[in-house]
T-cell receptor
């Protein structure tokens, strides 16, 4: 079991470009979560998805950010028209069901220049 | 070493000593708690969890204590080793939802 796979590990984008972050959950896990982490800070919840459904997006900014978890393929976190303030580490986690601890991926470090 | 605000508090520990990391959680409805360890440049790694019907749980070299009366969680690491140097986060989950809320983290530095 390869664990939670995120790619790319590092992503550099110019202001105004789009960033696409991918996450493949652990085998058998149908719940996916995205978190954002600024340097020297904790992890902030963004969105919780199950296959083809957004369950909780209360942590997502209202504009430019979207997430999906299609029936086939990885979960995608998409940031349109990136700004410098979007620079952060973005972590994906998965769990087999509710009420269980998450397994995290290694994260994608987004740098906006 | 209680987690507070934006700047990570730091706990310096001599190798071989025991470490105690504290966390004050926010929601009295939370019923599931987890400690994670995060090393530099890596994702959080599960250490140990505890449900609200327990007040203590032990793992290998780690013990989690839960005091629901004062909404306090602690992680004890026995015989701290250099490999224990990392940032430690507590996280809470409410029964009504499936969203882990993380505390601010505590950095543990192990001195040889």
């Amino acid at each position: 079991n390869a664990g939670v796979m995120q790619n790319p590990r590092h992503l550099v984008r110019r202001r105004g470009q789009e960033a696409r972050l991918r996450c493949s959950p652990m085998k058998g896990h149908s719940h996916v979560y995205w978190y954002r982490q600024l340097p020297e800070e904790g992890l902030k919840f963004m969105v919780y998805l199950q296959k083809e459904n957004i369950i909780d997006e209360s942590g997502m900014p209202k504009e430019r950010f979207s997430a999906e978890f299609p029936k086939e393929g990885p979960s995608i976190l998409r940031i349109q028209q990136v700004v410098r303030g979007d620079s952060a580490a973005y972590f994906c986690a998965s769990s087999p069901r509710e009420g269980y601890g998450y397994t995290f991926g290694s994260g994608t470090r987004l740098t906006v220049v | 070493g209680e987690s507070v605000g934006l700047h990570l508090p730091t706990l310096s520990v001599q190798e071989g000593d025991n470490s105690i990391i504290n966390c004050a959680y926010s929601n009295s409805a939370s019923d599931y708690f987890i400690w994670y360890k995060q090393e530099s440049g890596k994702g959080p790694q599960f250490i140990i969890d505890i449900r609200s019907n327990m007040d203590k749980r032990q793992g290998q070299r780690v013990t989690v204590l839960l005091n629901k009366t004062v909404k306090h969680l602690s992680l004890q690491i026995a015989a701290t080793q250099p490999g224990d140097s990392a940032v430690y986060f507590c996280a809470e989950n409410m029964a009504a939802g499936n969203k882990l809320t993380f505390g601010g983290g505590t950095r543990v530095l192990v001195k040889p």
